[in-house]
């Protein structure tokens, strides 16, 4: 196994409003646990001219940050829907691709929250069919296998926290959680 130093973290933090002292809060989080923490830089709106220019940029520095990371820590907290970050999702999957141990978390303000098909019910108003089956609006399937998130994200987990938080986006809980987990595991 190889030695885990550095953790990429993944999550809605790039896009809060206080960005840089959250990831830096983070980053202070794992250093306590022996590690390093990598984090995206903060979301601010560019130049329309170069936007493009500034996405590939953007793109190529993570993906550079993911290579670097020996594991990583994913905030799967739902995020402007019931589910999370569609960028966290990308680069967990990234870091599974990768054959780097993933670790995830993830903030709900109410228990009735911790289930994905609650989220799901909750967001886009789905119900069950005559089966007994969950189905959006457009009469789509909704996972519903009791898991606080899909399938590809929990299973893909070596652990995955959920923690009941007033503060959805800020809390650190799950993370310092998560380090815990990976100082087992590091060994």
Not at 139 to 162: H, N, Q
């Amino acid at each position: 196994m190889r030695p885990v130093r550095s953790l990429w973290l993944a999550g809605p933090e790039p896009w809060l409003p206080d960005a840089g002292p959250h990831a830096a809060r983070q980053r202070a989080l794992c250093l306590n646990f022996g590690f390093t923490g990598l984090t995206a830089p903060a979301i601010v709106e560019s130049d329309p001219s170069d936007s493009e220019i500034r996405a590939r940029e953007l793109y190529t520095e993570r993906m550079a940050k993911l290579r670097q990371a020996d594991a990583g820590v994913i905030n799967l907290t739902p995020w402007r829907g019931p589910s999370c970050a569609a960028s966290a999702a990308f680069e967990a999957g990234v870091l599974a691709g990768l054959g780097k141990p993933v670790f995830a978390y993830l903030n709900v303000a109410d228990e009735i929250e911790a289930e994905y098909v609650d989220r799901v019910e909750a967001h886009v108003g789905a119900q069950r069919d005559e089966a007994g089956v969950w189905r959006d609006g457009d009469g789509c399937v909704v996972e519903d296998f009791g898991l606080p998130e899909t399938v590809m994200l929990w299973a893909e987990a070596r652990r995955l926290f959920v923690i009941i938080t007033e503060d959805t986006l800020h809390d650190l809980t799950g993370l310092e959680m998560c380090l815990d987990a990976l100082a087992l595991y590091a060994e």
